[in-house]
């Protein structure tokens, strides 16, 4: 396959700080090429400078073909010309539904088809990308896949969204301690690689550490049974010369097997493998009362003249995990509304459980006091409930000088975990979520899946990213065709994922009957963890 760019030993400052440094890779004509890492780590800086936006600090970038031809499609863009549109195009405008009109009069996801339908029409070598599934539904994300495939030149795009890398990508560049690392195949293969390159690690690191216990006891022996020899050799009845010459042979020995093992190290040079804190985390919602949650009958709602849905009756019960899924404009945000009382029926009815404590995370996150600190905003009296928060905010990703950080001086993905951390820290018994993962990084978004995982309230969930929904929800209300019906209920989970889950319930029911058997029936906290006891009980009897 034809290089078409050569990068070699780039390193990137910014503002006096390294931000990429030693990068070398090759970039292929017809790749598709997935960018990961962090954020912050220097993705879109490292397509800035694929674009010839900003130069490296040293080291150099070089076109192996003449006339190399590149074009960048941002994340966001103030504005667009609408004016001589190519054929290309305007056949990409209509495939995509995208209405005529001022670009600035366009949504969200309509302005970012307008930018992807002029990229992709120019037919460059190389296409990149910013996270172009952003703002997207199901529908346009499966045009723009369909797009790629069967584009002609090299892409390379960053993106979160890891069903998409999976449809799309045949190699990963992955930012890792600076640097760009190459995987070849798509994101599960790259997980598969990386998983597969932790266990050879920790194997190497446990052989030496074995080897290393080995011959350090053997040089233990031989220097005792030397200092013997030679305090031997220093008394009248013992022969000296026999001794001297036995403890001067250990001394030998013990500096021959100092030298074989620092070779081994040298030869094996395994470190050991950075291990995440594995946490029990069980995150408990409020007391739920009644089996049902929500109840629409016969429910219809219009924006002006444009029916979103109608004749919609379905049953939310208590615990549940939906998913609301639809496109762009077919009404997920208004029905959460609805739900919220910030909006009202045009027809129909809609009930909602009068006990319900619901935390609703919107896709703004401006209602936050921005110079709170964590330790202030989420302040507990006693050291145990400190500890919870702390173990909490580490779960998700935060570190420990987070504690005393002012929020504004935080990343929108932080301060969307902070909003839950608060929600789920007042005991809601709901948590209504639109678009959650809109600003989190791969990581950021793997610890909410983990932390949702851990809830056990009820979850009602707007989200264009299907790997998140598979793992954090297990039924899905659908909004098509101005219709809204329940549509589908999950698979039951695996009997790993079912063992792993026991296992979780099991722990906490110990670690709550460990403090019970502390404790008398007229401490404060005993009724609660009693309850809790049961209901832990009852969830393994039932698996």
């Known amino acids: 396959m034809q290089e078409l760019v050569k990068i070699d030993s780039v390193n990137i400052e910014i503002e006096g700080t390294l931000l990429l440094e030693q990068v070398k890779a090759g970039v292929r004509r017809g790749e598709v090429i997935g960018l990961i890492g962090n954020n912050g780590a220097g993705k879109s800086t490292l397509l800035k400078l694929l674009n010839g936006d900003i130069a490296p600090s040293s080291g150099s970038i070089t076109p192996l073909i003449q006339g190399l ?3 960048m499609v941002e994340q966001e863009a103030m504005n667009q010309s609408r004016e001589a549109l190519s054929p290309g195009e305007t056949a990409l405008l209509q495939k995509w539904d995208v209405p005529d009109g001022p670009y600035e009069q366009l949504s969200g996801g309509e302005k970012l088809k307008v930018r992807l339908a002029r990229g992709i029409a120019q037919n460059a070598h190389l296409l990149l990308l910013d996270e172009p599934t952003n703002h997207l539904d199901e529908e ?44 070849e195949g798509n994101y599960s293969a790259y997980v598969k ?81 950075e291990v995440e804190e594995k946490k ?21 709602k219009a924006h002006g003249s444009k029916e979103l849905f109608r004749g919609a009756s379905f049953t939310i019960q208590n615990g549940e995990r939906v998913a609301v899924t639809g496109g762009n404009g077919s009404g997920k945000t208004t029905f959460l509304n609805m739900i919220m009382g910030n909006e009202t029926p045009d027809e129909g009815e809609m009930w909602l459980s009068p006990a319900a404590k619901i935390g609703y995370l919107t896709q703004e996150v401006f209602d936050l006091p921005l110079d709170e600190t964590p330790e202030n905003l989420f302040y507990r009296e006693t050291f145990h409930d400190r500890g919870q928060v702390r173990n909490l905010m580490t779960y998700l990703g935060f570190g420990k000088s987070q504690w005393e950080e002012p929020i504004r001086h935080m990343s929108m993905g932080e301060r969307v975990k902070c909003k839950l951390i608060k929600y789920i820290l007042e005991d809601r018994d709901v948590l209504i979520l639109d678009e959650p993962t809109n600003h989190l990084d791969l990581l950021s978004r793997e610890q909410l899946e983990h932390t949702l995982a851990a809830y056990d309230g009820t979850l009602i969930v707007v989200s264009h990213d299907r790997y998140f929904l598979e793992k954090t929800t297990s039924a899905e209300i659908a909004i098509e065709n101005r219709k809204m019906v329940r549509k589908w209920e999950q698979a039951e989970p695996s009997k790993d994922e079912r063992e792993e889950l026991k296992m ?22 005993y009724a609660e963890l009693d309850e809790r006891f049961n209901e832990l009980t009852k969830r393994i009897r039932d698996m």
């Open 69 to 71: 031809k590149t074009v």
């Open 140 to 183: 346009g994300i499966g045009f723009l896949i369909k797009e790629l495939k069967g584009y002609r030149g090299t892409v390379i795009l960053v993106s979160h969204d890891r069903s998409f890398l999976d449809e799309v990508a045949d190699v990963i560049w992955s930012i890792e301690n600076k640097t760009v690392v190459t995987y």
């Open 193 to 273: 690689i990386v998983e597969q390159r932790r266990l050879t690690q920790q194997r190497a690191y446990e052989k030496q550490q074995k080897l290393i216990e080995r011959i350090e006891g053997q040089i233990q022996d031989l220097t005792s049974w030397s200092g013997k020899a030679h305090a031997q050799s220093t008394k009248q009845e013992f022969p000296k010369e026999f001794y001297r010459s036995k403890a001067k042979r250990m001394d030998a020995q013990v500096k021959s097997k100092r030298k074989r093992l620092e070779k081994e190290i040298e030869r094996i040079n395994a470190e050991p493998v």
């Open 280 to 300: 029990h985390l069980s995150v408990r919602a409020g007391r739920r009362a009644g089996k049902r949650l929500l109840e629409v009958k016969d429910l219809g």
């Open 504 to 525: 979780q319930l099991e722990t906490e029911r110990q670690e709550v009957l460990g403090k019970l058997s502390f404790m008398t029936p007229a401490q404060k906290e």
